[in-house]
């Protein structure tokens, strides 16, 4: 059988046929890999999801402080931040599925070890205990619930790889990324059936828990690269081309072993063009979508009741899932040129966000759910888009081209650099919130929104006014 490791040097004369039929099973088994992909990082956005739907309970009911809560969401994202860049580089080194599960177990049992300190009331028996507890416990969440983007988004690479896939990835990985907002979604449907129903509300964590171990197991079953089973891809076709060609080059009796694609390192990665400038933009974007992710129902159970609250702050997750599709589609309509795209998102964004500063504590549910449902859109498409379709776009640049070792680590360290700087701004969200009120709040996402698009401002520039390369005189 074939593998990636495979001497192809005679590529020339291969048949079409042979393309024809390694195209046919690459093209076969894609379904299963988007349905096990989409599901693993769904079921890491349920168990994320469903701490921040039951936030109000842990600071009423477990008698966790607002700046405990803020401490809990600043380390999750530090060390998800940090564990992104780690697990990009995991996937592209090791076997991506089984990094894949790992997360998933994790992040099961840390949502089982929260129960527990829940159940056995750690900060009512003392309040340090308490803290230090949920914040490990949080720490370590993190680190595992950050494998799903950079390698998810890395097998998705490896299987949507031919030419009709390259040419739809906008609409693909919009499509894809809907996971983490049907996750969402679900949590906070989850909660207010567990909170409706007169559960307990820690049992709105335990339900992910159980979800996440389960789906661990069926991630192992999932094929993570074409060559793995014996398929050539044209990135294996790319890099056989460059190894011939240095084979030419060598002495008579001298032969050039292929062991196959080696992962980049991250120094190679950075130097890609337009790594560095996504990564910091879209550390702002990011820190607008946490802060309405984990504090919106938090703002909204203090004018509504827990389980109207819940549900209201739905259709902001409801509606990323379409902004993703959309920016994707009509990037691919215009050639890619996605900065440009998200950039008028973004500025869309800013006019809601001024309506909130002034009107946040007034507005009825009938106003909150048109404009979340809009909102989420307009934050969903950006980050969903960079993070896939964008990060898979820098990833098949020439310096990488024939590597399908990069992506991972390409999308950790966007993801990974946009987490950082999203953790950092998170902390001060809950002294904001205490000190001047929500509107500041929303000021403070007006500011961090308009600098994200100011830091693209160069590729959006380039895209809008690409340069013309003279032509040549005959």
Request: proline share 4%; with cysteine; charged share 10%.
């Amino acid at each position: 059988m074939a593998s990636e490791k495979t001497t192809l040097l005679g590529g020339g004369d291969q048949l079409q046929a042979d393309k024809d039929e390694h195209l046919r099973r690459l093209k076969s088994y894609q379904k299963w890999a988007f349905f096990v992909t989409f599901g693993g990082y769904f079921m890491a956005h349920f168990s994320r999801k469903c701490y921040s739907t039951v936030k109000e309970q842990l600071e009423i009911e477990a008698g966790y402080s607002s700046f405990t809560l803020s401490q809990m969401d600043t380390t999750f994202m530090g060390t998800y931040a940090i564990g992104n860049i780690i697990s990009g580089k995991l996937g592209d080194t090791f076997a991506p599925t089984t990094v894949l599960s790992i997360g998933l177990f994790g992040s099961g049992a840390c949502l089982f070890l929260m129960v527990v300190g829940l159940i056995f009331d750690f900060e009512g028996f003392s309040e340090t205990l308490g803290n230090l507890f949920i914040l490990a416990v949080y720490f370590m969440f993190g680190f595992f619930q950050s494998t799903g983007g950079p390698v998810g988004t890395a097998v998705m690479g490896n299987w949507f790889c031919d030419p009709a896939s390259i040419k739809n990835r906008g609409l693909i990985f919009g499509l894809w990324t809907c996971h983490q907002y049907c996750g969402d979604i679900t949590a906070a449907l989850c909660t207010a059936w567990v909170l409706g129903n007169g559960w307990t509300y820690w049992w709105g964590l335990i339900i992910p828990a159980v979800t996440n171990v389960l789906w661990g197991i069926l991630t192992m079953t999932l094929i993570g690269d074409p060559a793995d089973v014996g398929i050539i891809t044209d990135e294996v076709r790319i890099r056989q081309k460059k190894l011939a060609e240095e084979q030419a080059k060598l002495g008579n009796g001298q032969v050039l072993e292929d062991d196959g694609p080696a992962p980049i390192t991250y120094a190679q990665a950075i130097r890609i063009p337009m790594v560095a400038q996504y990564a910091f933009a879209f550390g702002f974007f990011k820190l607008t979508n946490y802060t309405l992710f984990f504090w919106l129902p938090y703002f909204l159970g203090k004018h509504f009741d827990p389980v109207k609250a819940n549900l209201i702050a739905s259709l902001y997750s409801f509606g990323m899932m379409p902004g993703g599709i959309i920016v994707g589609v009509v990037s691919d309509l215009f050639g890619g040129r996605r900065a440009t795209v998200i950039g008028v998102f973004m500025c869309c964004l800013v006019v809601f966000l001024v309506v909130f500063s002034q009107l946040s504590e007034s507005l009825s549910a009938a106003a909150l759910l048109p404009m979340l449902a809009c909102m989420g859109i307009l934050v969903g498409g950006p980050n969903n888009i960079i993070t896939s379709a964008v990060a898979a776009d820098l990833a098949s640049h020439p310096s990488v081209k024939g590597n399908n070792k990069s992506l991972g680590t390409v999308t950790g360290l966007i993801n990974g650099c946009g987490s950082i700087t999203s953790s950092i701004g998170l902390l001060a969200v809950g002294p904001l919130q205490d000190m001047y009120g929500w509107a500041s709040v929303w000021y403070y996402l007006i500011a961090c929104t308009l600098t994200g698009t100011l830091l693209m401002s160069n590729k959006i520039f380039r895209e809008l006014f690409p340069k013309v390369e003279p032509s040549m005189s005959v």
